[in-house]
Each structure stands twice: as structure tokens, then as C-alpha cells.
């Protein structure tokens, strides 16, 4: 068997990997399966270190190898500041109006990239098969191939691939897409994400459509499809019944007995739709009085990237929301909207989501979105709460019999999020089975397993 190398923006210790959630975990055991090396940045940004240099970190976690590289200031801001969360970030999540084109960011990305290439070849050997994720990394795979590897190098991209046009106001989108060309194997979160890969290579690059997947242009072939992220099921689903999670359903259980609980968990992240949320709230709260005093939202919103004005600007409008919905609707004895800036240990998260009748996971677009997932397999089967869900969330297209929203339709979603509270329990069951047995069969390891089978089997150029 070959060995497998994970490339990654951040790298996790397989070993304390249970704390870090399910892709950590995934990727820990693919890793220790055969022995491996999982390669990224450390972490650790050096004050006035030289731009493109960086100090390699290596340690070992039993078979599995871990190996990582400091970034200078320069280099940090420009690549994971400036370009990967200022620029890809809102473009791939359709948002051009809150993109910043600064010129100066894309020599910190290639930079990075080549720092992190230039590291990581002389660790390879020659039947390695290499995984590269996210959008930090799309040009690793050229990189690498300049300075004459050859192995299977396979991408998938956590978020969503905008539209052709979208995607062609980067200034560098030619050399984003041909940067993809030098993997052997493009995985994405959805056939939404395949469709825009297609039309752009199609219509911006004129590539030639090979078989189903397959597509070459610039004088290389890649395979490009859907491999729908998912989560450790079981490991959930014991987490949901482990001591913590109990205590805290029964916490909530408790406090909440008289009310409706509706939850709402993500970081705190313009893609997430999250005043929208709020303003349908406050539109049900107008709309349908007998939730007034009855029905409360606990909003969990963990910090992120809190560096970008952006991020910090969202944050004030959230905070200015939530007072404005409690001055408006609330009373001494019940508060509409509990909002929380903060992270919730993973270990209680499962039973904060038993205790929910409803799960409010509305993004304006999310290459995935594993909190609808983790919801569904918090639930009691006996007595499920009800998935209420954005359509623009690439889940959307496995979750089908969740409710289904448009999160900008802030009438239309409080109009869900009451049917949702009014569902009648056979069909909250039946629904649930359903969503229930999609994740099952589409699980993280599912998604490993496909995925590396499917670089395997690639057709190399
Ligand atoms: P994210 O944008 O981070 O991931 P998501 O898929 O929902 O979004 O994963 C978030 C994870 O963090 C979940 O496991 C969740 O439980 C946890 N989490 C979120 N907020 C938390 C909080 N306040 N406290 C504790 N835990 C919290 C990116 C893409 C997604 C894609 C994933 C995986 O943006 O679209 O689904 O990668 O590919």
C-alpha cells in the first residue's frame, strides 16, 4: 500500500484528534492506516522573519508523521489573511462586493505555496499518493509537479466553486483553474460545484470533455467530481450519549421545559447567513404570537478571523440584532434570543442539539455545512426535532427532506421555521429516518474511502 500524505492549511495531531471534531479525525485514521505524513503550516506566524523562508517543525504521532513550516508576518498576512480569506473566500462564497483585490496578496499566496511545496519534496517518496485540501492550497499541486514530482496528487475544496462569471472577477482565475490541471484527481462538495467546474473549463479554457469527469486542457487531463464531505456517524451519535452531552441535555431539557428551543451553531462568518436568521425570528415573533414567551433562539457563534474588518463589522450588527429583538419582544422572565460568542466544548454540542426542536442552519452559501449533519445525528429517533435548511448549503443536495429555505426570503424562512415548530411527530420521524439513513451511508469515512479510491484509480497523464 502506498503511503498517504495529507496536505493541509493546519495540521492536527491524530492523537488528540477527538477534540478537534470529525474531518480531524478522519483524516488522523486514513493517515495511521498505513503510516503517514500530514504536512501544513505550524501555526505559528514569526515577527519580521524573511518573506518565503520558514523553520520546518517535525514530530511523531505513533505512525503517522507530523511536519510543519512557521510563516513569517509578510507571508501570513498576504497568503491566509490577504488572498485565501480576503479574496477566495468571498468570491468562492459569491460575495465579490466584500472581496479586497489587493494587488500585494497574491505574491504572499504563491509564495506560501512554493515555501510549503519546496519543504515538503525532498519528504516524499516515490509511491506516496499526496491529498491536498482547500482553497489555501490550489496551486500546491504545480508547485510540486515544477520541481519534477510525479506521484498522484489529489484536491478537494471545502467550500463552493461560484459560477464562471463569478468566479472570473479574481484577477487570477485563469491561473487558479489551470493551477487544478496539475492533480490527477478534483474533488468538490457538490454537483453544483462539478456543473460551475465544467461550464468554466468549458467556456473560459475551451477543454475538452474526455468521459463523464474527465477533462483535459493545458496539455493535462484531471477527474473532476462531487465527493460530499460527511461525519463520523457512530462517534456523533456515541458523543450524544456520553456523560457531558447527557448533562447538558438535561440541563436544557430542565431550564426549557416550557418553551421551544431553536438552535443556531456556526462561527461567526458572513457566509452563514446569521442576521438574516435573526430578522426571521423576528418576524415569526411578529408573525405568530403564540411563540411569544414561548419560543427561544440560542445563538452560538464561535470567533473567526476576527483580524479582517469585515468579520468585526459583522459582529456589531449581530450583537446590535439580538438587543434589539430582546428589547423589543422580551420581558423579565423570558429573553427571545440567547446569543453566545463563543466556542462550545465539542464533548456538550450533541446535547445542546437533542434539546433543539428546531435547527436553524441557513447559510447564503456553504460548500457543505456539517452542523445539519451533526444535528440530524443528535436527534432521538423517538422524538426528533426538525432540520430547517438553506438551499444554498451544499448539503441541500443530499438533506432533501429537511425544510428547505431561502435564507434571503426572510418572510418565506419564518413562515418554515413555523411549520417546522408545528410539525406533526410521525412526520418529524419519518423525515428524520431518512436524513438519518443519507448520512449513514454517506459518512466521513465513506467519503475518505471514495475519494482515495477514486485518486488510485485515476487515469494518469
Ligand atoms: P466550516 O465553515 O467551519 O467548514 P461546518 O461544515 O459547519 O463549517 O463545520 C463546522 C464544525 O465546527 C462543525 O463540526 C461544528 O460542530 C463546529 N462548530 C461550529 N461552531 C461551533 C461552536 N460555536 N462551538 C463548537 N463547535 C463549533 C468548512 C466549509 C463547510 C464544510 C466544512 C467541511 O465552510 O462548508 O462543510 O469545511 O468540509
Known amino acids: 500500500m502506498s503511503r498517504l500524505v495529507v496536505v493541509s492549511n493546519r495540521v492536527a495531531d491524530p492523537r488528540k484528534a477527538a477534540a478537534a471534531g470529525g474531518l480531524a479525525v478522519a483524516l488522523g485514521d486514513a493517515l495511521s492506516t498505513n503510516g503517514g505524513l500530514w504536512f501544513g503550516w505550524s501555526g505559528t506566524v514569526v515577527e519580521g522573519g524573511a518573506p518565503g523562508e520558514g523553520e520546518m517543525h517535525t514530530q511523531q504521532a505513533g ?8 510563516l513569517c508576518r509578510e507571508d501570513h498576512d498576504s497568503y491566509y489573511l490577504g488572498y485565501s480569506n480576503g479574496v477566495l473566500w468571498p468570491v468562492f462564497h459569491y460575495r465579490l462586493d466584500l472581496a479586497d483585490f489587493d494587488a500585494g496578496y497574491i505574491g504572499g499566496y504563491r509564495r506560501v505555496n512554493q515555501l510549503l511545496a519546496r519543504k515538503l519534496m525532498p519528504l516524499l517518496r516515490p509511491d506516496d499518493i499526496i491529498w491536498v485540501h482547500d482553497y489555501h492550497l490550489i496551486p500546491m499541486a504545480a508547485e510540486l509537479r515544477a520541481m519534477g514530482c510525479k506521484n498522484r496528487i489529489g484536491f478537494f475544496l471545502h467550500i463552493p466553486l461560484p459560477p464562471p462569471l463569478i468566479l472570473a472577477a479574481v484577477p487570477q482565475h485563469e491561473w487558479l483553474i489551470r493551477s487544478l490541471f496539475a492533480y490527477d484527481l478534483v474533488g468538490f462538495q457538490s454537483n453544483a460545484d462539478v456543473e460551475h467546474f465544467s461550464r468554466y473549463v468549458g467556456e473560459e479554457v475551451g477543454a475538452e470533455k474526455l468521459a463523464e469527469h474527465q477533462f483535459r486542457a493545458f496539455g493535462r487531463r484531471v477527474q473532476a467530481q462531487a465527493f460530499p464531505i460527511g461525519i463520523d456517524v ?35 462568518d458572513y457566509s452563514k447567513g446569521l442576521p438574516q436568521r435573526l430578522k426571521a425570528f423576528r418576524e415569526l415573533l ?15 457563534a464561535s470567533p473567526s478571523r476576527e483580524a479582517l474588518d469585515t468579520y468585526a ?17 422580551g420581558g423579565l422572565d423570558w429573553m427571545p434570543v440567547r446569543y453566545i460568542h463563543r466556542n462550545v466544548a465539542r464533548q456538550r454540542l450533541p446535547g445542546l442539539y437533542r434539546a433543539a426542536c428546531v435547527a436553524l442552519v441557513t447559510p447564503l452559501r456553504d460548500g457543505m455545512n456539517l452542523v445539519a449533519k451533526e444535528f440530524i445525528a443528535a436527534q432521538d429517533p423517538a422524538d426528533p426535532g426538525v432540520l430547517v435548511l438553506s438551499r444554498f448549503a451544499g448539503a441541500a443536495e443530499q438533506l432533501k427532506e429537511a425544510i428547505l429555505v431561502n435564507p434571503y426570503d426572510v418572510h418565506g424562512t419564518a413562515e418554515s421555521i413555523q411549520r417546522a415548530l408545528q410539525m406533526p411527530l410521525p412526520e418529524r420521524q419519518r423525515r428524520h429516518q431518512l436524513l438519518l439513513e443519507r ?9 475518505r474511502q471514495t475519494f482515495l479510491s477514486a485518486l488510485q484509480a485515476c487515469d494518469v497523464t
Open 63 to 70: 505512525n503517522v508523521t507530523l511536519s510543519t513550516v512557521d
Open 234 to 268: 457512530d462517534e456523533f451519535a456515541a458523543l450524544t450519549h456520553a456523560k457531558e452531552a447527557s448533562d447538558m441535555y438535561e440541563r436544557m431539557k430542565s431550564e426549557y421545559s416550557r418553551r421551544r428551543l431553536l438552535l443556531g451553531v456556526e462561527r461567526l
Open 286 to 300: 411578529k408573525n405568530y404570537p403564540e411563540n411569544l414567551k414561548r419560543a427561544t433562539l440560542i445563538q452560538i
Open 313 to 329: 463589522g459583522l459582529r456589531q450588527e449581530l450583537e446590535s440584532l439580538c438587543g434589539a429583538i430582546n428589547g423589543d419582544y
Open 439 to 447: 448520512i449513514r451511508s454517506q459518512d466521513v469515512h465513506w467519503w
